[in-house]
């Protein structure tokens, strides 16, 4: 084959993969509208309150753990398929009101939260939310990614089990890592956190926290937020300063 008709081939391949990335994609977002109304109907129609399971849990040495709480699960949502990581390593960018975030993605080592967390991303799903918990004391990470701004919510979907924790449960600054809720490695959704200072984050009963990526740019942007404080002036809650995704691009 000459090297014109190889480049064609190749090309073309290309092309149909991004095709049938696109039509995952809008399948997704209309699954997620579908559940979004089935929620609502349940909601105004039967009077059943939904309620969400965060409750920031401390451990014995009184250090806050990063917890995250998925959505009601319904039928309709689906979690992206960890083959959409490619098993390769992804680069880009958060874009929030404090100042930009380079980010470095391991589809290879964590391939189900890279595949969700870049799906996502396309999807917008992420644009205008706020990072809505800063921890200072014990460990030092800033949570983002609930799409109410509480820390309650999350895609439609969770999943796991855990990937690529740290056997040391070390964190180093600039890891991204999921949200979860205590004790429940199958409960991420679309929460994670940036680690600003070398953290020691203590296992659960469910392990550790699923390492993603790590940050390439941007660590002064957190440390300033961190700086800032947390309001009310304790070392767990809303940041004084606000950090509102303004949108997330990832190649």
């Not at 960018?93 to 969700?116: F, H, M, R």
């Not at 992420?126 to 918990?133: E, I, V």
């Not at 999350?154 to 040391?168: F, H, L, Q, R, V």
């Not at 009963?205 to 947390?230: K, M, N, R």
Request: proline content about 7%.
């Amino acid at each position: 084959m000459s090297s014109s008709k190889r480049e064609r081939e190749y090309a073309r391949k290309r092309y149909e993969k991004w095709q049938q990335r696109q039509a995952a994609h809008r399948e997704q977002r209309r699954r997620r509208i579908v559940a979004s109304v089935v929620v609502v109907v349940l909601v105004l129609g039967l009077g059943v309150g939904v309620v969400f399971a965060l409750q920031p849990k401390d451990t014995p040495a009184g250090a806050a753990t990063p917890s995250g709480s998925p959505s009601v699960t319904a039928p309709a949502a689906t979690v992206p398929d960890p083959a959409l990581a490619e098993g390769r390593t992804w680069t880009g960018s958060i874009s929030t009101t404090a100042g930009k975030i380079g980010i470095e993605l391991d589809g290879a080592a964590a391939p189900q939260a890279v595949a969700n967390f870049v799906t996502l991303a396309q999807d917008g799903f992420f644009d205008g939310t706020s990072c809505h918990r800063l921890v200072t004391g014990g460990i030092k990470v800033l949570q983002c990614g609930s799409p109410d701004g509480t820390g309650n919510g999350g895609p439609g979907y969770s999943w796991g089990p855990i990937e690529n924790a740290p056997a040391d449960n070390v964190y180093p600054a600039g890891t991204i890592a999921m949200a979860r809720v205590p004790d429940n490695g199958s409960s991420m959704g679309s929460q994670f956190f940036l680690v600003y200072q070398d953290s020691t984050i203590p296992a659960d009963s469910a392990g550790g926290y699923t390492v993603f990526g790590h940050i390439t740019s941007g660590l002064d942007v957190l440390t300033a937020v961190a700086d800032a404080g947390v309001q009310g002036g304790g070392d767990d809650g809303p940041p004084v300063t606000d950090v509102t995704i303004q949108g997330v691009e990832t190649q």
